[in-house]
């Protein structure tokens, strides 16, 4: 066998799966709630979609801890194959899923009737194909980059990052990722304190919202989304020394005695602070500075230094952790057929609305773990044997 020798998985965090799982299912709260509060400052989770930032720095983290050792038995394809592995099953499956529902979405997204068959062919491949598409291309009316699935924008930018990585961010020492992550922090304060220095953001923003439109400022807010918090976690799995096994303490200097709940609890908490002084304000833009620039990777500490010794604890760390990313990939067609449900409803009893509230969101966890056991396990382990491994059986 050649340099690209098939690479076993290391131990897991298991509390960051854990932490993964309770912002994923933040998300398709905050998602549901928005179909009732549709204005933001009237959101349960008023800062739901500082999830998508807090799991950019996950990404980073665990790139890191899991790849930068193995870079002289790995080529930079190498590499690229196994995040496809990793990532582009259930990318394709949220797409499909989003496809199949689409047009039962119609009462809340009147702009569906009037979809050409070419147009939804086209945005079924290009979203099965990982491949942004432009405003010019939407027929949903919500403008963004896969009209079937919305949520793939982050996972486009999750690409993107790992590209970054294979062909700089590894190459580059601790300090220089220091330097990085203090130039890329201002890119966060360039939006959320409204500063503006590039002249493209519109006024007033205050806020890190955006990314999900493949054109103009909206590309910049992605990638000013996507390049502190990648960064700073993976700077963080280089301070941190390499652990041996999960029993092992990881060298964080954060270790909490129920570690796992105390940080969940910390994320809930961080979402779900109304605004402060209501939207495009100052201070609440000084709020998602601290929130994305500070605390989140104080989290990452906590969850890589702290351990679990409950067996139940364990368990639900794993559970989260396995349906975090089926959940969060595949949750945003049944968020619109609720959205379209209550669109033809509105006038329908306040039971029935809680009842389908309750229902969407176990239906999607229920959909979630069943895509994780029937379809991502299966798919991944057969691209591992035929792909990976026979690729480098060759080499």
Known sequence: MGKDTYLESKPRYEILDGLRGVAAL??????????????????????????????????????GYAYDDRWGKMTTWGFFKRRLVRLHPLAVMGTLVGAALFFFQDAAFPMIREASAWKFFFCVLMGVLMIPVTPGMDIRGCWESNPLNGPNWTLTYEYFGNILYALIFRKLPKVALGVLCVLTAFLTLNMTLDLDVFGILPDGKFDVIGGWNFSG????????????????????SRILPSRMSLSCPSGSPISLKGGFWWCALALVVIFSVPLINGRNCLADGIYQSVAILIIFPLLVLAGAGSEIKSVRSQRICRFLGEISYPLYITHYPLAHLQKAWVAGHADAALWMHVFVFVAVVFFAIAMAWAFYKVYDIPVRAWLTEHWLKKSKARS
């Open 26 to 63: 933040v998300v398709i709260m905050y998602h549901l709630f928005e179909t009732y509060f549709p204005m933001l400052g009237k959101q349960v989770f008023h800062h739901g979609y500082l999830a998508v930032d807090f799991f950019f720095v996950l990404s980073g983290f665990v790139i």
């Open 217 to 236: 400022y909206q590309i910049f807010i992605a990638f000013s989304r996507l390049l502190y918090p990648f960064i700073c976690g993976l700077l963080i």
